[in-house]
């Protein structure tokens, strides 16, 4: 399984991104899809995750209410777009795929990972 990670780049705090996730085989839509995190010097934290169906989602609380997830698995893409970026959503971001088909916030449930791409916010 592969997963090609896109859509980083540099914008202005209050500004908006969408990160696309495309993974290189099928049986992702039977697993749940998840976005992580890593800002320089911090450990990778949990951003967002979805189902198999995309229909439950959770959230981080400090993206709650600006960042949504979504999926299309006929195409085996998983988006990100996040809004009122901040300073400190400057990060590599990373898709997963879980062995769950509910996702959740668990990192070791993830197996699979692309290979990050990098946000960054100027205040």
């Known amino acids: 399984v592969q997963l090609q990670a896109s859509g980083g780049g540099l914008v202005q705090a209050g500004g908006s991104l969408r990160l696309s996730c495309a993974v290189s085989r099928r049986t992702s839509s039977n697993n749940g899809m998840a976005w992580f995190r890593q800002a320089p010097g911090k450990d990778r934290e949990f951003v967002s995750s979805?189902?198999?169906?995309?229909?439950?989602?959770i959230y981080a609380d400090n993206v709650q209410g600006r960042f949504t997830i979504s999926r299309d698995n006929a195409k085996g893409t998983v988006y990100l777009q996040m809004n009122s970026l901040k300073p400190e959503d400057t990060a590599v971001y990373y898709c997963?795929?879980?062995?769950?088909?509910?996702?959740?916030?668990?990192?070791?449930?993830?197996?699979?990972w692309g290979q990050g791409t990098l946000v960054t916010v100027s205040s």
């Open positions: 997963a795929v879980s062995r769950t088909s509910y996702g959740g916030r668990d990192m070791t449930n993830y197996p699979y």
């Open positions: 979805a189902n198999w169906r995309g229909d439950s989602t």
